[in-house]
């Protein structure tokens, strides 16, 4: 068997065993895409408190946001370290240790089979919202779409990254998911979650934008509801943070792996 | 890879790095603020050397040492010191090549998918381990018939019971026909008839396969139908490694007779026999050096009409126990 095919298959068999699992568990993961409304209670905060405006944004274009804030989180939203700690910790980790196919492979499969159940329940609730909010429907143009289609792919790689090396933090520190609570403050305020990085300050702007936050909510938001600037840029930055993040994930597993012993195995 | 040893063990030490921690407020606070860390040598200087196709059951008491070993075996964990070559690898490596040739069954611990049958995880080990679909199915087949599987394929693994959970673990261990099986366990928790099941599955695989199977089992009858050599471990030193039935020997120069006679007889006619540990009605056991077997039963047969004799060796539980105790040969 050609090695393309044999990773091919790989693939498939991980993506249609993990996605029948996620699918025993669909009412959680309807809670789940359900508990990610923030982005329109942010919307209403905004809209009730008339502060737009006097941000340059119109209320068409903040729904916009926000809605396109909540599509992509729900496709980029990352629960690794969890799952992997529970594994390390319960000694469902040895077995996958010493098989022939890295660990994270399992990981990063189940993620996608999530997405893929929370699709028709992220589809609902955004007909939801447009039933209420008719002045703010829109269809983005193909390009549009691809485009932030994409962007959302490289938020979810930077944040199954970040998340990773977290994990493999669990190698040496059993309890490595409170590290993800530190993680997930920063996240919230400078994603564009909460507000659009334009609303904030230049000066702040300037370092926000230095992190790989915005690169994870903004910025695919803001393809998608047809607010972005410098699209290339924004691009080139979310490569940038790929590439650095995945050799440290690398390094720390190997160092990580040296230090693993087995535990509840 | 040395000699022509399957699994060569040189000196092999591990030392874990450990906390205590004190009962109560006061402990909690004394392990925040001043936590000491000591090592424990889980593994000391154990070295071994097993032939392809050999079943070698490793023996000792709980925390003696035999998992680590284990763990060591197939890379899961490194060593601190010595060296590992299993199949011409060393494991800590953690080579495709190898892991493909191994496979690790811990009792008790489960890699297949909880919610979903059985045939959902041995499609994801079939396309991990480079099987095509009719190899995967064949093997699958020939596996199933061998552990006597059939529907329980094809239900959640939630609702098998323990030993039906077992034997679909060890075929999805077994799926890509590893020549190296670390078996941890592998009868933990399994009632006496799953028990015997998978012993003679074991002895079948290693038969028809040519494997090497490396155990662990608490249950002495794993070993004594398994296993025609052992390695005793205590505290982390090995200290037997030899025969089962030179171990017995060395151990007990003695074997145990049950006769039932045709009639009620006198016990005192047995005392120049052997010592009689229990006598009733027609039933008699008495104990017997090995070397004077032979010559007793004759004379037991010239004297006495016997219906049934029953030569059996003392529990080997009790062995292993005294062995423990002694920690010597």
New interface residues.
């Given amino acids: ?1 050609s090695y393309s095919k ?1 990773k091919i ?2 693939i ?3 993506f ?2 993990q996605y ?2 996620m699918l ?2 669909r009412v959680e993961i309807a809670l789940w895409a359900l508990s990610g409304v923030l982005p329109f209670i942010m919307l209403s905060i905004w809209k009730e408190s008339g502060a737009a405006t006097s941000y340059g944004f119109d209320g068409l274009s903040l729904s916009r946001y926000f809605l396109s804030a909540f599509l992509v989180r729900q496709f980029s939203v990352v629960w690794v370290v969890f799952s992997f700690e529970e594994d390390a910790l319960l ?2 980790l ?8 890295h660990p994270l492979w399992r990981y990063l499969a189940a993620h996608i089979a999530e997405q893929v159940t929370r699709l028709p329940f992220a589809l609902l609730i955004t007909f939801t919202f447009f039933l209420f909010n008719t002045d703010s429907f829109w269809i983005p143009s193909l390009i549009q779409f691809l485009l932030a289609w994409l962007s959302t792919l490289f938020a979810f790689s930077i944040a199954f990254l970040l998340q990773s090396i977290i994990a493999s933090l669990c190698f040496w520190n059993e309890k490595a998911s409170s590290l993800e609570r530190l993680l997930f403050t920063p996240y919230l305020f400078l994603s564009g979650l909460l507000a659009p990085i334009s609303s904030f300050p230049p000066n702040i702007q300037k370092i926000v934008l230095l992190t790989p936050f915005p690169y994870m909510i903004n910025f695919p938001a803001n393809i998608l509801s047809g607010l972005a600037e410098n699209i290339f840029i924004g691009f080139i930055i979310q490569i940038i943070w790929i590439s650095i993040l995945f050799p440290v994930v690398i390094l720390l597993w190997k160092a990580g ?2 230090n ?3 535990m509840g ?1 | 890879m040395k000699d022509r040893a399957i699994i060569d063990v040189e000196q092999l030490s591990k030392t ?1 790095q450990i906390s205590d921690k004190d009962p109560g407020f006061k402990g909690t606070l004394k392990h925040f603020l001043s936590r000491k860390t000591f090592g424990v040598e889980a593994v000391k200087n154990v070295s071994f050397k097993i032939q392809p196709g050999e079943i070698v059951g490793f023996l000792g008491a709980n925390g003696a040492g035999k998992t680590t070993i284990l ?1 060591m075996l ?5 060593p601190s010191s010595g060296s590992i070559y299993v199949d011409g690898f060393n494991p800590a490596k ?1 080579q ?1 090549d190898f ?2 040739n ?3 069954v ?1 009792g008790q ?3 297949l ?1 909880w ?2 049958p059985p045939m ?2 041995l ?8 099987l ?1 679909e009719s190899e995967a199915t064949n093997r699958i087949k020939e596996l199933s018939i061998m552990l006597e599987l059939g529907e329980e394929l094809y239900r959640p693994v939630r609702k098998l019971s323990l030993g039906q959970r077992m034997k679909t673990e060890l075929l999805a261990s077994l799926l890509h026909k590893p020549s190296v099986l670390f078996l941890d366990e592998p009868t933990l928790g399994l009632d006496v008839n799953a028990q015997a099941r998978v012993r003679s599955f074991l002895s079948e695989y290693n038969r028809k396969t040519g494997a090497t199977i490396l155990l662990t089992s608490h249950y002495m009858a794993d070993i004594t139908a398994l296993c025609s050599r052992v390695l005793c471990i205590h505290k982390g030193e090995l200290f037997y490694d030899g025969g089962l039935n030179s171990l017995t020997n060395k151990l007990t120069p003695y074997r145990e007779l049950r006769i039932e006679l045709k009639d009620q007889f006198n016990p005192k006619e047995f005392e120049n026999y052997g010592i009689i540990k229990t006598n009733t009605d027609r039933f008699i056991e008495i104990r017997i050096l090995r070397t004077e077997l032979p010559k007793v039963i004759s004379r037991i047969l010239e004297r006495f009409e016997v219906i049934d004799i029953e030569i059996k060796d003392p529990p080997i539980e009790e062995l292993i126990g005294k062995l423990f105790n002694q920690r010597r040969i």
Avoid: F, W
């Fill in positions: 068997m044999l298959n790989v498939k068999a991980l249609n065993s029948a699992n025993e568990y000694g469902k040895s077995p996958y240790l010493i098989q022939p196919l792996v040296r693993y012993t087995a195995a | 874990y763990k197939c890379g899961l964990i490194y953690r495709n892991l493909k191994i496979t690790l811990m611990k489960q890699q998918i919610d979903l959902d995880s499609q994801v080990n079939a396309a991990i381990y480079g095509s």
